[in-house]
Each structure stands twice: as structure tokens, then as C-alpha cells.
T-cell receptor, first 114, second 112 residues
Framework: DAGVIQSPRHEVTEMGQEVTLRCKPI?????LFWYRQTMMRGLELLIY????????DSGMPEDRFSAKMPNASFSTLKIQPSEPRDSAVYFC????????????FGEGSWLTVV | DAKTTQPPSMDCAEGRAANLPCNHS???????VYWYRQIHSQGPQYIIH???NNETNEMASLIITEDRKSSTLILPHATLRDTAVYYC?????????????FGTGTRLKVLA
């Protein structure tokens, strides 16, 4: 299996621009998670989906952030407008239903907002 | 939410066993303990998980206390490549779904 695939791997954008991060989960997985990692705050869970439905978005920092999962093989995390404090590594992860199933992470999208 | 507490950093000599402790005193009966590690800023990598019994795989061993309030990850023969941040997390359920909350982890440095 190719694992969780994220794109872009690196993005540098100017403040105020829209940023879209993409994720393809592992085939057959029905959970998808978006995390953000910074030095100050560590790994934060932003939102997660189960069977394409958002379950908990309490970690989304503010209305500038939105996430969608239109089908089982694709999800996006959008920031509009972006701000320098959004600079971070954004990880997507997926897992499958069931007791004891593990979560697998992508390699992350490095976002720098200048 | 069940939370975990880990020491912020540890050193270990190469070739020796690395024992990484974790406290999860608020864990409930059906919550699993997972261990992940993160090398540089790569995506966290799964190591091992358990519910109440001790577990072993090719990477590590997991010892869970009988009351399940704490656990220890053991890397039996640490190498320089094991230098990483190690996260102990508890997967808990809410409304019939699962989520994973990461703490601050332990930064393990393996010394030559």
C-alpha cells in the first residue's frame, strides 16, 4: 500500500492567500484525521472524519480553517485567508474501524506563510 | 479525555535498553495505549499498542501495569537511529468513534 499521501509537501505563500492541503487516505480506511504541528503547541488534532462525515472539529482554530471529505479517498484542509501564525506542518492520518486499529500518518505538508 | 504524562527527555547509551515511562491514570477500561515515535519532522510512526496484557513486536515491548494507570515502552537494544520523540497516547471513544490525542512526548537521545 502506498500509505497516506499528502500534497503539497512544501508550500510558501503570502499572507492573505488561500491555501489548500490535500490528503489521500489508505484505501479501505474509514477514519481520517487532520493534525497540525508547531514547536509551541506540538501535535494538535484539528478535525476528524468517520465514513466521510466530520465528527469533531473542535480543534479547528477559527473560521478561516475548513475541511472537507467529498469521498472516501480524498480530503482537503483549506485556510482562507492565511496568516503567518498558520505556518506549521500539517499531517493527515487514517485508520480503520475496529478495536485496536492503528492510525497511520502521511509525511506532512510544510506550510510557510510570509 | 484520557491524558498521558511523559518525561520531556531521556538519554540512553547505544546498545542498552531504553525504558520510556508513561502515566495514564485516567484511562478507562476499553481504552488502548499506543506508542508512536517521530524522527525529525517526519510523520509519526506506529510502534506498538496494548490494552492490558504486555505486548512485544519486532520494534519494542510494551509493559502495562495491572491497574493500567501506567506503561513502559522498552527498546531492548537502542541504536542511534532510535533517537526520536516518543509519544504515548490513549485512544478513546466518543459517540461511538475514536480519536487520538497526542501529548508532548519524550525526546530520546541515544548516545554513542
Amino acid at each position: 500500500d502506498a500509505g497516506v499521501i499528502q500534497s503539497p509537501r512544501h508550500e510558501v505563500t503570502e499572507m492573505g492567500q488561500e491555501v489548500t492541503l490535500r490528503c489521500k487516505p489508505i484505501s479501505g480506511h474509514d477514519y481520517l484525521f487532520w493534525y497540525r504541528q508547531t514547536m509551541m503547541r506540538g501535535l494538535e488534532l484539528l478535525i476528524y472524519f468517520n465514513n466521510n462525515v466530520p465528527i469533531d472539529d473542535s480543534g479547528m482554530p477559527e473560521d478561516r480553517f475548513s475541511a472537507k471529505m467529498p469521498n472516501a479517498s480524498f480530503s482537503t484542509l483549506k485556510i482562507q485567508p492565511s496568516e503567518p501564525r498558520d505556518s506549521a506542518v500539517y499531517f493527515c492520518a487514517s485508520s480503520s474501524e475496529g478495536v485496536g486499529n492503528t492510525i497511520y500518518f502521511g509525511e506532512g505538508s510544510w506550510l510557510t506563510v510570509v | 479525555d484520557a491524558k498521558t504524562t511523559q518525561p520531556p527527555s531521556m538519554d540512553c547509551a547505544e546498545g542498552r535498553a531504553a525504558n520510556l515511562p508513561c502515566n495514564h491514570s485516567t484511562i478507562s477500561g476499553n481504552e488502548y495505549v499506543y506508542w508512536y515515535r517521530q524522527i525529525h519532522s517526519q510523520g509519526p510512526q506506529y510502534i506498538i499498542h496494548g490494552l492490558k496484557n504486555n505486548e512485544t513486536n519486532e520494534m519494542a515491548s510494551l509493559i502495562i501495569t495491572e491497574d493500567r494507570k501506567s506503561s513502559t515502552l522498552i527498546l531492548p537494544h537502542a541504536t542511534l537511529r532510535d533517537t526520536a520523540v516518543y509519544y504515548c497516547i490513549v485512544r478513546f471513544s466518543t459517540s461511538g468513534t475514536y480519536k487520538y490525542i497526542f501529548g508532548t512526548g519524550t525526546r530520546l537521545k541515544v548516545l554513542a
